[in-house]
């Protein structure tokens, strides 16, 4: 799943529908204007990895001190509140 900067993220109860649709996981990748990789979700759903050079702020987010249980090194950002709060209305 695409989605773009400040977009509402995917929540727990999109992942399961889509679960429930196409039997595979879901992940999500927020990409730029001109498609660029921004940040991308994984296997942890624990935050948004981010790519390099790309600030949290920029997505809508603050970043995270703690080392993901994926073990990926990338910084990561949790989105928003107001941002899965919109989310949780759709």
């Keep these: 799943m695409f989605t773009r900067p400040r977009e509402s993220r995917l929540t727990g109860e999109h992942h399961e529908q889509l679960w429930k649709w196409f039997s595979l996981p879901a992940f999500e990748?927020?990409?730029?204007?001109?498609?660029e990789l921004l940040a991308y979700e994984c296997e942890a759903r624990e935050g948004f990895?981010?790519?390099?050079?790309?600030r949290a702020?920029?997505?809508g987010g603050a970043p995270c001190k703690q080392e993901c249980p994926c073990g990926e090194s990338a910084p990561r950002m949790r989105p928003d509140v107001h941002l899965r709060t919109a989310?949780?209305?759709?």
């Excluded at 990748?29 to 498609?35: E, F, I, L, P």
């Excluded at 990895?49 to 790309?54: I, K, N, S």
């Excluded at 989310?87 to 759709?90: P, V, Y």
């Design 57 to 59: 702020s920029l997505l």
């Design 49 to 54: 990895h981010l790519a390099p050079g790309v």
């Design 87 to 90: 989310a949780a209305g759709d």
């Design 29 to 35: 990748q927020v990409r730029g204007a001109s498609d």
